[in-house]
């Protein structure tokens, strides 16, 4: 849907609504109104003019400096503001507040909600701070508020705990929730460099900010700590109430001597429940090598939450980044349009299946288990080129007795249908003991 369409489809709506019968739903999309126009806030602003043109109208793009933001890829209708009394008094349905900290932030959500607006928040230090208060809020005036994003980016780690994994009792979460943190430390561990290093590092590749004391010292990771401890327990955790401890000391030697353990060193967020007790925190820690904590690299993020009745759950993915992030913005607003019975569904394909195969075109490992004889290599090298299939590697282990010896050919991509004729025709030969196995490689 272009955005031309959304154009039309706003101006008619327009003429038709006024902000106290305007109830978005199955006769007109949602307005939508974007406050900051920063990283998350362009990538927002994309997804909902390309893919949800049809069901989401931006009205408005508010920001400071507002000259200097504007660009021609967004419709010509959307008002672009520097005022955000103009996001209050429009008819907009749904406020997302983009653009971070505590204040105005905080105060442009709330007088958002006290209007009826709902509000999607990307805003972890906001909600691990205010949330209940700002949630009571929405209540009270019919609104919502939404914060997927605030807690592992595009992962939808706190859909999942709260809708996915309700049926159980969450008794424990850990997780890797700093990019910045997981980035200096697996670097440390990869390259031996220092910590001063490894920031200086992730500063020039733009995995940590100038002043990364935030991320360093667990700050980041204890307000979404604080948010995932809310979701998962139902309890009312306060920030404060949750330590926070820095990266900084952790050396070279530590990283050593955790290898020597079978560890290695992350930084951990977690929480446990025990009895009336819940203990949280964010500090460096030893993690097994072998966990799926140690295994997060560079600015992934992982939550591992573990319930009394369904066990471990594994959450991971893309924690940060314009586009992740947005991601979850946007299914955020999908939610809160369905409550409204807007048909908010997400849209098909853009070029409609026709067909379904199975047909992959892969890499593939073939294992043969031949009686040997010399010129077996040279006639699946004749068949393999006869399908136009090239062979990437032979393999084969001393040991075997000469009568039933394995050997390996790796092949060069090629499709599914081109690789079984070929092995149609090679499992004719009669040198075989076993029929071969092919399988494909993934990459
Ligand atoms: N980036 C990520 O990967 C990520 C991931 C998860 C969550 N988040 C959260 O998403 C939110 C936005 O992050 P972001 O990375 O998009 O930040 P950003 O790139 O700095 O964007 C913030 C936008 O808000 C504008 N802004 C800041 N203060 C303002 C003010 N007082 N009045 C009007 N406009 C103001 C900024 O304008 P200027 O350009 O003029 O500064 C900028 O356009 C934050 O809450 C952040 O914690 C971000």
């Known amino acids: 849907m272009s955005s031309d369409h959304a154009l039309r489809f706003c101006q008619e709506d327009i003429v038709v609504s006024s902000p106290e019968v305007a109830q978005f739903g199955a006769n007109r999309p949602c307005k939508v109104a974007l406050a900051g126009f920063g990283t998350v806030g362009q990538s927002v602003a994309r997804i909902l003019c390309s893919r949800f043109a049809q069901q989401f109208c931006l009205t408005h793009v508010f920001n400071r400096r507002i000259e200097q933001k504007k660009t021609d890829w967004v419709p010509n209708h959307v008002h672009w503001t520097d005022r955000f009394e103009h996001v209050l008094n429009s008819d907009a349905d749904v406020v997302l507040e983009l653009v971070g900290g505590l204040d105005p932030a905080g105060e442009w959500v709330s007088r958002a909600l006290a209007v009826g607006k709902s509000v999607v928040t990307a805003n972890k230090q906001l909600i691990a701070r205010r949330g209940p208060e700002l949630m009571q809020l929405a209540r009270e005036n019919g609104a919502h508020l939404l914060y997927g994003a605030s807690v592992a980016g595009g992962i939808p780690v706190l859909q999942g705990l709260q809708d996915g994994l309700a ?68 309890i009312n955790v306060a920030i404060d109430q949750v330590f926070a401890r820095s990266i900084r000391e952790v050396e070279q030697v530590d990283l050593s001597h955790a290898h020597d353990l079978g560890c290695t060193i992350r930084q951990i967020s977690r929480a446990e429940l025990d009895g009336e ?165 993934l990459t």
């Open 167 to 234: 049926g159980d009792r969450i008794l424990k979460i850990r997780g890797i929730l700093n990019g910045t943190c997981n980035y200096i430390l697996t670097e440390m561990e990869r390259s031996q460099a220092t910590f001063s290093d490894a920031l200086e590092q992730a500063q020039a590749m733009g995995f940590a900010e100038a002043d990364a004391s935030d991320d360093i010292d667990g700050f980041d990771a204890r307000a979404k700590l604080t948010i995932l401890s809310r979701t998962a327990f139902g």
């Open 277 to 441: 007790t819940l203990y949280a925190g964010v500090q460096p820690a030893l993690v097994p090598e072998a966990s799926p904590l140690a295994r997060v690299s560079g600015s992934q993020n992982v939550v591992v939450s573990t319930g009394e009745f369904g066990g471990e759950t594994i959450f991971s993915g893309r924690g940060a980044g314009g586009d992740p992030t947005a991601v979850a913005v946007v299914s955020d607003l999908l939610w809160i349009a369905r409550q409204n019975g807007l048909n908010a569904e997400t849209p098909s394909a853009k070029t409609p299946v026709k067909d379904v195969s199975g047909d992959f075109t892969t890499a593939h490992y073939v294992r043969f288990r031949v009686n040997d004889r010399p010129g077996i290599i040279a006639s699946l090298a004749n068949i393999f080129a006869k399908y136009t299939i090239n062979i990437d590697a032979v393999l084969q282990r001393p040991g075997y007795s000469k009568s039933s010896l394995p050997f390996v050919i790796t092949l060069e991509p090629c499709s599914a249908a081109t690789m079984s004729e070929a092995m149609a025709e090679i499992r004719q030969l009669d040198f075989h003991v076993h029929p071969p196995l092919d399988l494909p490689i």
